[in-house]
């Protein structure tokens, strides 16, 4: 079918090219969490079902890798001990959870101003969180620094940067 080999692998890397452009990253994210070991980045986005918000997996959670290019499922290890998220109660317009690495910081799941959002305390302050980031300690990068929390204020409405240290 294919004179030779060489025809036979520019067809897979073409191929190859064309699915990993054709990846659409939603963009609506209620918030994602990077760290700086790599340019990969964890998304959480809202999980509804019939309008209703799901009650037993309020956000649905997966990896952004290799600059955008590949999305993937958290592993169980992810899951289990980094960013799945907890259900602490849900109804079908809010939740209230908490990523499994860190159990003090409460993310409410609701609508504002006609859009799901998360909005966590932090600071003193109510934030609408856009991104949670992880300094990790290297060299062997398992132990967290700090994170910082960024989001805007739900009462002014200004961006604030909010550092979180366990």
């Not at 054709?22 to 700086?36: G, K, L, M, S």
């Not at 969180?129 to 060299?139: G, N, T, V």
Request: one cysteine or more.
């Amino acid at each position: 079918m294919y004179n030779n080999v060489r025809q036979f692998v520019s067809l897979l890397c073409l191929l190859f090219c064309l699915s990993a452009a054709a990846i659409t990253i939603p963009r609506d994210h209620i918030f994602v969490f990077e760290r700086n070991t790599n340019g990969n980045y964890v998304c959480y986005d809202i999980n509804l079902e019939d309008g209703k918000l799901n009650q037993k997996e309020p956000l649905k959670t997966y990896w952004v890798l290799g600059g955008e290019t590949r999305i993937e499922g958290l592993t169980f290890l992810d899951r289990k001990m980094a960013f799945g998220v907890k259900v602490i109660k849900a109804s079908e317009d809010e939740a209230v959870v908490h990523l499994t690495a860190y159990k003090n910081l409460n993310i409410r799941i609701c609508k504002h101003k006609g859009k799901w959002v998360g909005i966590v305390k932090v600071g003193g302050h109510e934030l609408v969180l856009q991104k949670m980031f992880a300094q990790m300690k290297p060299p062997v990068n398992a132990k967290c620094e700090y994170v910082d929390v960024f989001g805007t204020d739900l009462k002014t409405g200004e961006k604030r940067k909010e550092r979180i240290t366990p």
